[in-house]
């Protein structure tokens, strides 16, 4: 396994171990009295139930946004510094993008360079869910760039990308494509691709674009190289994601990256 695919389920905040990995939507049960903290007997919890909630989504989903979790978004936003706490409690770290109005949770890094104990469920992406990820991103930005607040993607479009990535000496092209559709019903659990599992077109999240860091993809792209094997593989960033690649984020933050972590 390559340490950028690594890096990437790293940037996208792994799955909760012991089979905590399954989204909350968010028709969660509010039967519950949410002005009371007791939620239950014995129950020695200071946080009354909406911010439990919150916390729990925050847990077992990969992100949580304004559009895939309201509830959970406004809550976030009024308690972020008290949540963030809670997260830092077990090793974890919030990451929030307000502009985009998403949130979630990376694996805290140790000052001292040690290793804290983790919660996280390590799977690392596919080669082909990660050029899934990576065309998402392309789309997300060309479609923001020429005006839309909503962007679409068919499911065939996805599925011919994946396969101009082919090597040229596969010849498994069936294998090559079963595995590619797999990837995109994989993304749409995730929630990265917003729609049913057999729906032949698809909503982008806004997720994507904060979740993938660029340097991250144009080292992507090298190792795509490297792996098949072909000189004739476009080169450049702007090949992959088009003439109007966005130059390196000058601000960029060093917790995009976890070389060091070890994984599954």
Do not use: C
Request: net charge negative; no cysteine; aromatic share 6%.
């Amino acid at each position: 396994m390559s340490d950028l695919e690594q890096d990437l389920e790293q940037d996208l905040g792994g799955d909760l171990a012991d089979d905590l990995g399954d989204d909350l939507g968010t028709g969660t049960d509010d039967s519950h009295d949410t002005a009371s903290v007791s939620l239950f007997e014995g129950d020695e919890g200071t946080l009354e139930f909406t911010r439990r909630r919150t916390l729990v989504t925050l847990l077992k989903a990969r992100f949580i946004s304004a559009r895939t979790h309201p509830r959970e978004w406004e809550v976030l936003v009024e308690d972020e510094r008290l949540l963030r706490s809670r997260l830092n409690d077990l090793f974890l770290d919030l990451q929030v993008d307000r502009e985009r109005e998403v949130a979630w949770k990376r694996q805290a890094s140790s000052e001292t360079g040690g290793r804290f104990p983790t919660l996280l469920h390590d799977v690392p992406w596919s080669r082909e869910e990660t050029l899934v990820l990576v065309h998402l991103r392309d789309r997300l930005r060309a479609g923001y760039a020429s005006g839309e607040s909503r962007v679409f993607i068919d499911r065939e479009d996805i599925v011919e990308h994946v396969a101009s990535f082919r090597p040229l000496h596969a010849t498994d092209e069936s294998g090559d494509e079963k595995r590619a559709r797999n990837a995109v019903l994989s993304i749409v659990k995730s929630g990265l691709l917003i729609g049913a599992a057999g729906d032949d077109r698809y909503e982008i999240s806004e997720a994507v674009e904060p979740l993938l860091p660029l340097e991250l993809l144009t080292e992507l792209l090298e190792a795509l190289r490297r792996a098949n094997s072909v000189e004739e593989r476009p080169a450049r960033v702007e090949d992959l994601f088009g003439e109007g690649a966005p130059e390196h984020d000058e601000n960029r933050r060093d917790e995009n990256r976890h070389d060091d972590e070890e994984w599954a």
